[in-house]
């Protein structure tokens, strides 16, 4: 069994991934690649003067895979709850299981609403503030969860918090991700 399946690899699946393969879980993102990002032109990403969304998607899911996450080009057919976490089949009825979910469908609540969360056009799904949804285990990150406050960077937020979160409940307690510059 997987640590977590992450479902949509925009900018707040790939950010969830990164998180948690930094910290050692093993995390498998599935996507093909079809994320809004490649109409994107981003001025407004801190830290980032100026890049081609495609260029971005690239250089985000090199870091994914470089951390140890696994990126893989398949689209999710359906989600279901089992025993101790969840079941995703994939076209073509591969089955993986894992502990937790994280949801970043982009606009499409399909995945989601299989497992019996409520969706609307104006709201999106609700969740805590760390992307926690009303099933346990069960994330839902970026435009899927604000579908009136689509940016990247919002939705990149969204995916840390909830690793952070994920992390932290595994842990007992609280986790920090910091990393410092080499002394000298
Ligand atoms: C024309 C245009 C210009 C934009 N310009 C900017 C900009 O300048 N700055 C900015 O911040 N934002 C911009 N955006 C918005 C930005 O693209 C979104 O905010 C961002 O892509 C949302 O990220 P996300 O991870 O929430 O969802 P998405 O990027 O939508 O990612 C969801 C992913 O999940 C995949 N998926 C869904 N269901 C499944 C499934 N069952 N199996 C596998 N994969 C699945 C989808 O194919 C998609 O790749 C722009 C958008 C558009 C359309």
């Known amino acids: 069994m997987l640590d977590v399946i992450v479902i949509g690899d925009g900018p ?11 910290n050692g879980k093993q995390v498998t993102v599935f996507g093909q690649d079809k994320t809004a990002m490649h109409w994107a032109m981003l001025r407004n990403y801190l830290g980032v003067p100026e890049l081609h969304g495609s260029e971005f998607q690239k250089i985000a899911r090199a870091q994914v895979e470089a951390m140890g996450g696994s990126i893989r080009d398949a689209r999710v057919a359906s989600v279901a709850r089992t025993d101790g976490g ?56 970026g435009r899927l969860a604000r579908p009136g406050r689509s940016q990247a960077i919002i939705s990149a937020g969204d995916g840390a918090a909830a690793a952070i979160d994920i992390l932290s409940r595994e842990k007992g307690e609280d986790v920090t991700d910091w990393d410092s510059p080499p002394e000298g």
């Open 12 to 22: 707040g699946g790939l950010s969830a991934a990164l998180f948690l393969a930094k």
């Open 86 to 141: 969840f079941t995703v089949t994939l076209d073509g009825d591969e089955t993986l299981q894992a502990k937790y979910l994280v949801l970043s469908e982009g606009k499409s609540p399909r995945l989601s609403t299989m497992l019996g969360l409520e969706h609307t056009e104006a709201h999106g799904i609700a969740t805590d503030r760390n992307g926690a949804s009303g099933v346990p285990g069960v994330y839902v990150v």
